[in-house]
């Protein structure tokens, strides 16, 4: 039988056991990398991936262009030279951090490990969606846990969902796509209250914008819990790695660390991104200089914002949410037609919120220029303002 009879006869999807996941980021990424569509604007700010408007450090590209003759050897799988300068920063110990491909490879293997049929892992909602799919892709059941009023993680209600099937707690913080961040009494709650029989997980990508903006110091609050714990951090958002995916996890013991590193992929990541990474983490006044400039735009947004009536989420993060008097998805079309992506919350309890990347001081006067004109339209549209 042919390869063409085989596949129209079982379908070319018949071994999978799971249905594909829905990936809100394809149709946004196909505006940016197909090239301009019929009717598209000539320019388009890609203000939907919370990407970092600045480039990496110099320093950082230095070092990922003098490791390019070497890449024909694997990387370090330990990514050791990078982990002993994060140990040597945080004071965990070398032996239990782990790096992998973004942070997004460490939450799938974190599922991996810690749930299977019938678990439970409870999940703030709306959050990073790769957090869910990696636990449905485990036949675990996702306990979805509204966000506080302030759009921050809701430690009580968390504490809440947890059952005796629960393996997993995620927690986010500064929390996307809202920005908010836990407060430290709220914090310690979720530190001390998850069971100590309970991986419990803080999803810092944001770190480096919420420190800066004066949250609590998430690492030394988990240092008090006695039972397990990881915390994870990216080099996509502050450093402006994201083409480079590099994620790391401080964890509480040898232990995990040890059994993230045996689940991960082997050789990754590359070289030439560790080589950025680690860079990228020793140039600390270009770092500041990035996060002076995103927190200088990001009240500039929601300072313009108000002024226009609406009523934005505090974000300590690089992003900014608010609800327009419309749907979200008409709210993209309309600011995409202006040449602005950004990204909905794509959530049944948030139908009118919109997300939008901080960017640079050009992109926030067209954002507020652009969300004026269309509150202006919204009216004669039937979307009762």
Not at 228 to 255: H, I, M, Q
Request: with cysteine.
């Amino acid at each position: 039988m042919s390869v063409e009879a085989a596949s129209g006869r079982f379908g070319e999807s018949a071994w999978m056991r799971h249905p594909l996941p829905a990936r809100p980021v394809d149709r946004a990424a196909a505006l940016v990398q197909g090239g301009q569509a019929r009717g598209e604007p000539a320019r388009l700010r890609p203000l939907h991936l919370n990407e970092s408007p600045y480039p990496p450090s110099p320093k950082a590209v230095a070092a990922m262009a003098a490791s390019a003759a070497g890449v024909n050897r694997y990387p370090d799988p330990n990514a050791r030279l990078l982990c002993a300068e994060l140990s040597a920063r945080s004071g965990i110990p070398a032996s239990r951090i782990a790096c992998a491909n973004g942070s997004e490879e460490l939450i799938q293997v974190l599922c991996t490990l810690g749930a299977g049929p019938g678990d439970e892992v409870v999940v703030p909602a709306p959050a990073f969606p790769g957090i869910a799919i990696s636990a449905t892709l485990r036949n675990a059941v996702v306990a979805r846990v509204p966000l506080d009023a302030r759009g921050a993680n809701d430690a009580q209600a968390l504490l809440a969902a947890i059952t005796a099937r629960t393996r997993v707690v995620f927690s986010c913080s500064p929390h996307p796509p809202s920005g908010g961040m836990m407060e430290a009494a709220a914090l310690q709650q979720l530190i001390q209250g998850v069971p100590d029989n309970v991986l419990l997980v803080m999803d810092e990508a944001y770190h480096e914008f919420g420190r800066h903006a004066g949250g609590p110091d998430i690492l030394a609050a988990l240092a008090g819990r006695r039972g397990p714990w990881v915390n994870l951090r990216t080099f996509s958002k502050a450093y402006g790695l994201a083409g480079a995916r590099v994620g790391y996890a401080f964890c509480s013991s040898d232990e995990i660390a040890d059994a993230v590193r045996r689940v991960k992929t082997t050789y990754g990541p590359s070289a030439m991104s560790l080589a950025g990474a680690l860079a990228a983490l020793q140039d600390d006044a270009y770092l500041a200089t990035v996060l002076d400039a995103v927190a200088r735009e990001r009240d500039r947004m929601t300072a313009g914002l108000r002024a226009l009536g609406l009523q934005p989420f505090a974000s300590l993060a690089n992003f900014v949410s608010v609800a327009l008097p419309m749907p979200g998805a008409q709210a993209m079309q309309g600011l995409h037609a202006r040449g602005i992506l950004v990204r909905d919350w794509r959530d049944p309890d948030y139908q009118k919120e919109i997300r939008i990347t901080v960017g640079l001081a050009e992109d926030t006067d067209a954002v507020l220029q652009a969300i004026k004109e269309i509150l202006a339209e919204a009216p004669a549209a039937g979307t009762g303002i």
